[in-house]
T-cell receptor, first 110, second 114 residues
Framework: GQNIDQPTEMTATEGAIVQINCTYQ??????LFWYQQHAGEAPTFLSY????GLEEKGRFSSFLSRSKGYSYLLLKELQMKDSASYLC???????????FGRGTSLIVHP | ETGVTQTPRHLVMGMTNKKSLKCEQH?????MYWYKQSAKKPLELMFV???????ENNSVPSRFSPECPNSSHLFLHLHTLQPEDSALYLC?????????????FGPGTRLTVL
């Protein structure tokens, strides 16, 4: 089976940097997604990592280490609007359907 | 706005009612999905349709009945639900079923079963 683990909740201060970790144990690996979901809204795509390393997109970066079964989402210059749930999802094995983690609720305070 | 719409946004129903959830995507995608999102739990895949054909039924109880009349529309028919079925039901679409395709989600229907 697939197991994806991420912290339930994190808090951070506006303007700071926060790192949200995701670890996974899966049968095979095809890629890892990060989604952002504001309360009452649709999850929206942030990033997709297939190869090891860091991918940067503006204030958001995503890192992957396949050998360690580990990824993180790095958010810089935090803004209040970044308060949301961040979902890690892994495509593994022969499945084309990603398996989602429980999500990390990030609270940004002034 | 992701290009995927869902109606209604909120639904309260009794255990003996019959209701339907509707999803529509304006993205020209060929694959559509139903997910259930409960508090403190991961997103649970329910059904997958590809070119209008159902390709996945993730052991979902028969009180949930999907329908896909065309590649743009997806329905979830509900009957004799239980209180534990209360959750956020999300629809998603993707260009194909390829594992690298990003899924685009609708805003969800918040369902409460009394």
């Amino acid at each position: 089976g697939q197991n994806i683990d991420q912290p339930t909740e994190m808090t951070a201060t506006e303007g700071a940097i926060v790192q949200i970790n995701c670890t996974y144990q899966t049968s095979g690996f095809n890629g890892l997604f990060w989604y952002q979901q504001h309360a009452g809204e649709a999850p929206t795509f942030l990033s997709y990592n297939v190869l090891d390393g860091l991918e940067e997109k503006g204030r958001f970066s995503s890192f992957l280490s396949r050998s360690k079964g580990y990824s993180y989402l790095l958010l810089k210059e935090l803004q209040m609007k970044d308060s949301a749930s961040y979902l890690c999802a892994v495509n593994a094995g022969g499945s084309y359907i990603p398996t989602f983690g429980r999500g990390t609720s990030l609270i940004v305070h002034p | 706005e992701t290009g995927v719409t869902q109606t209604p946004r909120h639904l309260v129903m009794g255990m003996t009612n019959k209701k339907s959830l509707k999803c529509e995507q304006h993205l020209g995608h060929n694959a559509m999905y139903w997910y259930k999102q409960s508090a403190k739990k991961p997103l649970e895949l329910m059904f997958v349709y590809n070119f209008k054909e159902q390709t996945e039924n993730n052991s979902v109880p028969s009180r949930f009945s999907p329908e896909c009349p065309n590649s743009s529309h997806l329905f979830l028919h509900l009957h004799t639900l239980q209180p534990e079925d209360s959750a956020l039901y999300l629809c998603a679409s993707s260009p194909t079923r390829d594992s690298t395709d990003t899924q685009y989600f609708g805003p969800g229907t918040r369902l409460t079963v009394l």
